[in-house]
Nanobody, 123 residues
Framework: QVQLVESGGGLAQAGDSLRLSCAGSGRTFSNYAMGWYRQAPGKEREFVAAIGWNGAITLFADAVKERLSISRDNAKDTVYLQMNSLKPEDTAIYYC????????????????WGQGAQVTVLS
């Protein structure tokens, strides 16, 4: 079992930056790749970014590449999503997940999910 808790969401203006954090449950945290999904009202769930168990591999959706970075600190059982140059279309609920990397892709249905953090970007 893995428990994940997101923090760092909230309101932002277009062009601002936010950093989301996700705190994991402990001993098994480093066994998993970690990824972020988001879902906006009226839209399908969308992959955002992922990072391998040791941080060596990172993946980004084309929609966010060059604006977002993902990192992890296994000693603190925490993964981060740094979001820069925010746009109104980034508005969504962001979910931290624990899963796996297979064939260069992150789990389409990760094993564990946080409750989500709302990010609202104002124009």
């Amino acid at each position: 079992q893995v428990q994940l808790v997101e923090s760092g969401g909230g309101l932002a203006q277009a062009g601002d930056s936010l950093r989301l954090s996700c705190a994991g449950s402990g001993r098994t945290f480093s066994n998993y790749a970690m990824g972020w999904y988001r879902q906006a009202p009226g839209k399908e769930r969308e992959f955002v970014a992922a990072i391998g168990w040791n941080g060596a591999i990172t993946l980004f959706a084309d929609a966010v590449k060059e604006r977002l970075s993902i990192s992890r600190d296994n000693a603190k059982d925490t993964v981060y999503l740094q979001m820069n140059s925010l746009k109104p279309e980034d508005t969504a609920i962001y979910y931290c997940t624990a899963g796996y990397l297979n064939s260069g892709k992150y789990s389409p249905n990760p094993d564990f999910w946080g409750q989500g953090a709302q990010v609202t970007v104002l124009s």
